[in-house]
């Protein structure tokens, strides 16, 4: 019962965590659930209260974002419907400058920013896996400099022209907004694929 108290407070911080950064797609308290169902019956409630205080909140972590991520399979198997998480945006933004470039004519940044070309290269063939995310990417960059130009532009400043953003807290936020206009951008083009849905609500 001691350990159960002592990892209470800590498994709630790590869920929320999980909560952001898989934005939409659990709530803080179901992931703290399913985080416990998962120490229970792995019986490791004891084991993990016990580990060393900079190890126990990473592996809390792990944790929480498996169980985030078979929430994301549920939701994806339910919905047909994909979400980014911001871990995700960020790997995806580490890989992408060319397309978020604005001076570049050879990414799919041009064209989701009114250009009327689009000259992918062979590493981002058109319905490729990194093709759709790059179209995202650049779909939800544009979205977020019509919303909030100043995280736009800090995301473009750090990811394309590597520059050390002093305010990282500031970084954080821009990526979980540009995770929030991803994430709209691939249920709107979701929608827009699978048109009106039969018995829907009339306007």
């Keep these: 019962m001691r350990a159960t108290n002592a990892l209470v407070d800590e498994v709630k911080r790590a869920a929320a965590r999980s909560a952001r950064s898989w934005d939409g797609v659990a ?12 120490l229970l019956e792995k019986g490791r409630v004891d084991a993990v209260a016990e ?5 126990r909140p990473k592996v ?22 994909f979400v980014y998480s911001t871990d995700e ?17 050879s990414g799919s940044w041009f064209v989701a920013s009114g250009g009327t070309e689009n000259v992918a290269d062979a590493a981002d063939t058109p319905g490729s896996e990194t093709h759709a995310e790059h179209m995202d990417l650049a779909a939800g960059l544009a979205r977020l400099r019509d919303s909030n130009p100043r995280y736009a532009d800090i995301l473009t400043r750090h990811y394309v ?18 995770t929030r206009e991803m994430n709209t951008v691939r249920r709107e083009a979701i929608a827009d694929h699978d048109g009106p849905r039969k018995g829907g609500r009339k306007p």
């Design 161 to 178: 022209h590597g520059e050390e953003i002093g305010y990282r807290i500031e970084l954080t936020r821009a990526r979980d907004a540009l």
């Design 27 to 38: 709530e803080a308290d179901d992931i703290a659930q399913d985080m416990w169902l998962h």
């Design 51 to 55: 580990m060393d205080d900079e190890v």
């Design 89 to 105: 945006v960020r790997a995806i933004l580490e890989d992408a400058a060319s397309v978020l470039d604005p001076e570049s004519r």
């Design 60 to 81: 809390l972590g792990r944790i929480a974002d498996q169980v985030a991520k078979q929430e994301r399979a549920d939701y994806e198997a339910f919905r047909g419907n």
